[in-house]
């Protein structure tokens, strides 16, 4: 049995202007240096074997920070390496859109059909991970940390779970230092954590585990009582707000029948729901999506539940659109903070095919 603790570098100068990175690096953010740090301070009394890191330099910057003062070896391991982007490293994902519109459409939406502009398929990725997996059999009854990239990740979970490469991009989203651990034996795998970013806020005493994941059936009793409570408390249990939307007793189904539309919930450590958020079609607007039922419980505000929600649903629009809309009410303070902290733009009416007459405050985003 081995027990494998895998990471993600911290946020980077580039993941912070949405350039790909691929092969080619840039360094840390200063968040993305403390939530490394916060990281290390988590794992501190956890004992690893060894560590594996990507050779690229914001891992590896990133293990430094995690290591701190123990005396772990660490191994560079060049299976570990992001995807190989080709003509795509370096430059936004706005302009890889504009110039690539059909690859970037495969990258995201249908991996397996990709096919690369001087990089790398993700059929031959897919073997390196494989191989590097392959390769942590000898460590028996040992914690062995993998410091490396989202899409290195995803493929990694994928193999692990039996998955085709059409599922890459399932939830999860991988956040910067977000930890995921797997305990493998006798070939079986066990997901005992996955994509968990508690230990970002920490320091401030607000972390606690929390896992963002597709929208199930189960989730939808609980998500209909935040929604409304949350509305009653701000007097906005009135017709023209999602408190009298029909669906909103079966999110789950509307959000599977409906296409390219997608709901999400935040769980807490115990398998609680937490808050969720959705992403749909804007009536006929061609290429706008709305971001739809960003609720989160009162107990669970003030961690970062909104917006680890609003970054999922954002990662999935910006593969799907051109721009996000989203409706809401002025009196709502800290949410419409929280939107243009997103980089939302207050428009001046709402858009045309609007389903909510009570609102007051419009914004657009584009992806």
Same mark, same amino acid.
């Given at each position: ?65 995690? %290591?701190? @003062? ?10 570990? *390496? &992001?995807? $190989?982007?080709? /003509?795509? #490293? ?111 806020? %920490?320091? @401030? ?10 929208? *199930? &059936?189960? $989730?939808?009793? /609980?998500? #209909? ?111 419409? %903070? ?30």
């Amino acid at each position: 049995m081995v027990t494998i603790y895998i990471t993600r570098h911290g946020e980077t100068v580039w993941n912070r202007e949405k350039r790909m990175q691929g092969w080619q690096n840039s360094p840390l953010t200063e968040q993305g240096e403390k939530d490394a740090a916060s990281l290390g301070d988590r794992l501190r009394s956890t004992e690893f074997a060894a560590v594996y890191s990507s050779p690229s330099g914001r891992a590896q910057q990133t293990t430094e920070l995690i %290591r701190g @003062e123990r005396e772990i070896p660490v191994y560079l391991e060049e299976k570990l *390496k &992001e995807i $190989h982007l080709g /003509e795509w #490293e370096g430059r936004t994902q706005e302009e890889i859109k504009t110039d690539f519109p059909e690859s970037f459409d495969m990258f995201w939406n249908a991996p397996h059909r990709y096919l690369p502009h001087g990089g790398e398929t993700f059929e031959a990725f897919r073997s390196r991970i494989a191989a590097f997996l392959d390769s942590l059999a000898y460590h028996s009854n040992q914690n062995v940390l993998i410091v490396a990239h989202a899409v290195v990740i995803k493929c990694m979970m994928l193999i692990l779970n039996g998955k085709p490469l059409a599922s890459l991009w399932d939830p999860p989203f991988i956040h910067g230092t977000s930890v995921t651990v797997v305990r493998l034996e006798d070939g079986q795998c066990e997901v005992l954590l996955e994509g968990d970013t508690s230990h970002i806020n %920490r320091n @401030e005493g607000k972390g606690k585990a929390m896992q963002i994941v597709r929208m *199930k &059936e189960k $989730h939808d009793r /609980e998500m #209909e009582r935040i929604i409304k409570q949350s509305l009653e408390s701000f007097g906005l249990d009135i017709p023209g707000t999602a408190y009298y939307d029909p669906e909103l007793p079966h999110l789950s189904h509307f959000y599977e029948r409906t296409p390219f539309a997608e709901y999400w919930v935040a769980l807490g450590d115990s398998g609680e729901v937490l808050g969720g958020v959705g992403i749909a079609p804007f009536a006929e607007e061609e290429g706008v999506c709305e971001l739809q039922k960003l609720y989160v419980k009162p107990e669970a505000q003030g961690r970062g539940t909104a917006k680890a929600l609003m970054e999922t649903a954002l990662d999935y629009a910006a593969r799907h659109y051109e721009y996000c809309y989203l409706e809401t009410v002025e009196k709502l303070e800290a949410a419409n %903070r929280l939107y243009r902290k997103f980089g939302f733009s207050l428009l001046e009416e709402a858009l045309a095919g609007s389903g909510h007459g009570a609102m007051d405050s419009w914004y657009k985003k584009k992806l």
